[in-house]
């Protein structure tokens, strides 16, 4: 099958940029052949080459990235790796108790496979952290979002802490936040950093990373074939660990929703700027309501800066332009200066795009989709801890190494089938905007 589309991500990651330039990328400019090839180097294709390593220690892994390591979503996220039930359709984030339950189970499972990961190639705090997180309510609604969900998390058995309005402050430097749902199992990463010293330890443990190699091409002639613009991999079993790309290899042909959320990094704070701020050096705020803003304020390599993260527009063609990226940036400035009107003169620096994955019924597009060909796709929404998980499951699905987990995983129904593409694209969208408004304060 020829690959239908291959990846654009707009605008330029700040989480990227604040890193040192890495090595020059090792393109695959050869025919080879392997015992395992995985395609995408994002959360799911790291986390699956690591766990196919450890499964099958003498054989030979590949894994094909078609840009470079750090670059696509997986660097473009906002670093919450979340442990607990966060359904960003609903109006506090969670479900039934039962399988919010299950769900955090599964999380928990992938957040831990990540410090494994994290502590084997020594990656350090910056790159991930437990410290938790805060859902921060704006208006007296994402109050009682906050409290709704406080009260789920009691049945669940969970721990959480209410902030008031002044323990918000002294944490963020601003009065904008009127309370505050704190969760500790919530981990901080800087995604950029992270999946690159993931990449950058399983290239030294012999797993062969290529990357600016996409595949443009993957037939099956009693192995697989996939063909790149400079070489070929053939391999007996192959793991799409693409994301919404999926699409683009020919399966869950209108069963996934392609969804672009944006953000912003400020330039780095001068010293008189933090000490203005006050608060924290270090936190992250989702909002109370699933659609509104999402702010994180990270020090470390590049300074001390602030990322604003809101929108979401569905994009059929996983493609969006400059124009876009400009004119979201305007309702991220406007969250910034609500929040923070202390720091009037400070410029935003980084404006990026990502793409997510959604289905309709928020489950994962996982299994066998032909025969030696496995799919860990589609996170809705959840990419740092749910597409590793499901990189470490589809590897063991692959390899025949079945578990309780994998299995629990596994039951969930496939994608919902969607409306006509127009009507789900309209509906979509509109949803979307919908949600966005009733969020007010919250956005």
Known sequence: MKVTRLPRD?????WNALLPAPAPAQRLEEAISADWLVIGAGFAGLAAARRLKQLHPGDRIVVLEATRIGTGPAGRNSGFMIDLPHDLASEDYGGALERDAAQTRANRAGIGFAA??????ALGDEAFATTGKVNGAASPSGHQHNLDYAQHLT???EAHEMLDAAQMQEMTGTSYYCSGLFTPGTVMIHPAMFVRGVGSGLNAQGVQIFENSPVIQLTRRGTWLARTPGGSVSAPRVILAVNGHVNSFGHFKQQLLHVFTYAS????????ESAALGGDPRWGITPAHPMGTTVRRISGI??????????FTMDPSMEVSDRRIARVGRDHDQAFAARFSMLGDVAMQYRWGGRLCLSWNNVPALGEVDEGLFSACCQ??????????????TAELASGHHTPLLDE????PAPRRLPPAPLAYVGANATMLWGERKAGREF
């Open 302 to 311: 590049g300074g001390d800066r602030i990322i604003i993260r809101n929108r």
């Open 155 to 157: 049945a669940m058995g």
């Open 265 to 272: 990094m400020t330039r780095a704070l001068t010293a008189a």
């Open 116 to 121: 494994d990961m994290a502590a084997e190639y």
């Open 10 to 14: 707009p605008g330029k990651s700040g």
């Open 409 to 412: 995983v596994m039951a969930q």
């Open 380 to 393: 809705n929404g959840l990419g740092t801890a749910k597409g590793t998980l499901h990189g470490m499951l």
